[in-house]
């Protein structure tokens, strides 16, 4: 079994997905989101620990991922404050699309590592029917958002 060449995400205003969309030279997918480096386990200090991303991934009409821009806001300890640096990130960067419309996506698999941090589209297939997710599978880091059939751009969180 494997995962189909393009992934469809949806656009859902308000929630997880809420700042995808085209742009006059193609897709994106902008997010503010907390991830943990690689090798930190989240424990009673987790606020501290938790580090706070802006993310731009870019890619082409055909969901070929073009490149990431991927900035260290803070950490979540310091919130809203880190919040409000990661928003105004985002933004400068979207301002600098044309003809900008949130809409759903199709995307290719891909990985970007920034700052000891997994970003990308991740297959996480596992042939053996008894582990995993029991089927074709990619997964969104660091959101952990699950993709899988009926391939229609919803997802688990």
């Given at each position: 079994?494997?995962?189909?060449?393009?992934?469809?995400?949806?656009?859902?205003?308000?929630y997880?997905?809420?700042?995808?969309?085209?742009h006059a030279?193609?897709?994106?997918?902008?997010d503010?989101t907390?991830?943990?480096?690689?090798?930190v386990?989240?424990?009673?200090d987790?606020?501290h620990q938790?580090?706070?991303?802006?993310v731009?991934?870019r890619f082409?009409?055909?969901?070929h991922?073009?490149?990431s821009?991927?900035?260290?806001?803070?950490?979540?300890?310091?919130?809203?404050e880190?919040?409000?640096?990661?928003?105004?990130?985002?933004?400068?960067w979207?301002?600098n699309?044309?003809?900008v419309?949130y809409?759903?996506?199709?995307?290719?698999?891909?990985?970007?590592d920034?700052?000891?941090v997994v970003?990308?589209?991740?297959?996480?297939?596992?042939?053996?029917?008894?582990?995993?997710?029991?089927?074709?599978w990619?997964?969104l880091?660091p959101?952990q958002?699950?993709?899988h059939?009926?391939w229609?751009?919803?997802?688990?969180?």
């Amino acid at each position: 079994m494997r995962l189909p060449e393009v992934i469809p995400i949806k656009y859902m205003p308000d929630y997880r997905t809420s700042c995808i969309g085209r742009h006059a030279g193609g897709q994106f997918f902008a997010d503010i989101t907390g991830a943990y480096q690689e090798g930190v386990t989240r424990g009673p200090d987790w606020r501290h620990q938790q580090r706070i991303y802006a993310v731009l991934h870019r890619f082409d009409d055909s969901g070929h991922h073009l490149g990431s821009d991927i900035w260290f806001a803070g950490v979540r300890a310091d919130s809203p404050e880190v919040i409000e640096r990661a928003q105004q990130m985002v933004s400068g960067w979207l301002s600098n699309f044309e003809a900008v419309t949130y809409c759903d996506i199709a995307i290719r698999p891909f990985r970007a590592d920034f700052d000891d941090v997994v970003f990308g589209l991740i297959d996480e297939t596992i042939d053996d029917p008894y582990e995993g997710h029991g089927g074709p599978w990619a997964e969104l880091y660091p959101q952990q958002l699950g993709f899988h059939e009926p391939w229609n751009g919803e997802y688990d969180t």
